[in-house]
C-alpha cells in the first residue's frame, strides 16, 4: 500500500500527464491551421496560470488540500477525455484552459499537503518539508518527460487508432486516484491567510528570474513552431520525438543540480540554451533530423535543468519568509515566456516564414543570455 505523501505524489504524476499526452498529436489538431493559431491555443495553459496565480495559490488554504487536489484530477481528467472525443484545434484550447486551472490546483496543494501528511505520520518538519518539494518537482519532471513519449510510443504500436490508447489508460488513472485521494485525511483545521495572494519578486533575483523569458520561450516554440515547421517538411512527428526528449533530458538534469550554486547555474545555463536553440533551429531550417534531436536534448539541459532550478533557488533563498510569493513571482515571468514568446514566434512564422521567424527567435536568445550572464556576473547583493 502507498503511503499517504507517495498517493499525493502519483496524483501529481496524474495530472501531469494530460499536459504532455496531446503534444504528438498538435500538428494533427492544427489541420494546417499554421503555427500562430496552434501557439495561441498552446498558450492557453500559460495564460491562465498566470491569470489565476494569485486565487490558485491561497485555494489550499481556503477550501482544504483535498477538495483542491480533487478539483484539480477532475479538470486534468475531464481535459484528456475532451480531446479523446473532440480532436480539434478549438478543443485543444479549451482543454488547454482546464489543464491550467488543474495543474494551478495541483501543484498548489500537493507540496503543504504531502508534507503534513508526513510529518502526521513521524516525519521531522525539515524532513517533511523537503518531501513536499520532492512530491512536487519529481511528480511534475516525471509526467512532463513521459507523456509525450508515451503517446509517441502507442502510435508507432497502433499508428491509425485515435484518440491513442493511453489517453483512456490516462482517463481510467485519473478515476483510480480521485477515489484514492478522496480517502486521505484533510490536515487543514480551518481556513488561514487572504483569498487573493500577489507575486513577490525579492531583491537581487531579477537576472536569475528574467532568464526564464528566454528558457521556458524557448521550449514553447520547440512545442509549437518547430514540430508544425517539420510536419510541412514531410516529417510530421520529427518535432514531437524533439519535444520528448528536450522533456526528458531536462528532467534527468534537475536530479543531479540541487547542490550547484544557483548563479553558477544560471551562468552555464543561459550559454548553454543559446546553443542548443541554435543547434535545434539549424536542424529544423535545414531538414536535419540527428541536429535537432541534439539541439533539443541541449535545451532541455539548458532551460528546465540550470536556468530553471538556478532561477527558483536564487528566488527562494531571497525570501526565506515569504517563499510561496516568491515561487508565484518567478512562475509568473516563466509562464509568460511560456506563452508569450510561442505566440509570437508562431504568427511571425505564418507571415514571414518558420526559418526568418526562428532565426529572428535565435538572436533574441543570445541578445538576452548575453545581457543576464554580464549581470549575474556582478557581486550579488547584500540582504
Known sequence: MLSPPRRVGLAVFAAGLSTTLPLPLYVEYAAGAGAGPLAAAFACYALTLIITAPLLGPLPDRIGRRRTMLLGLALTGASTLLLAFLPGLVP????????????????????????ELAERDGATPDAASRLGAATVTAGTAGSFGAGSLLTLLAMLATPDLRPPFVFWAHVAMIGALIALVARLPETLAAPRGATLRLPLFPRGTLAGTLGMLPAWGTTGVVLTTIPTAMALAGRPYAGAWAVALMILVGAVTQQFLHRVAPRRALRIGLPVLAVGAGIAILGT??????????G???TGTAAYGFVYMGGLAMAT????TDRPRA???????????????PLAVGFLADALGAPTALWLLWAGVVAMAAALSLALARPAPAR
Open 317 to 320: 533563498i531571497a525570501a526565506p
Open 285 to 294: 531550417t535545414t531538414g536535419t533530423l540527428w541536429l535537432l534531436l541534439l
Open 92 to 115: 485543444l484550447a479549451v482543454a488547454r484552459v482546464m489543464q491550467g486551472f488543474g495543474m494551478g490546483c495541483v501543484s498548489n496543494a500537493a507540496g503543504a499537503w504531502a508534507a
Open 296 to 298: 533539443g536534448a541541449i
Open 327 to 341: 515561487v508565484a513571482g518567478f512562475f509568473l515571468v516563466g509562464h509568460a515566456g511560456f506563452s508569450l514568446v
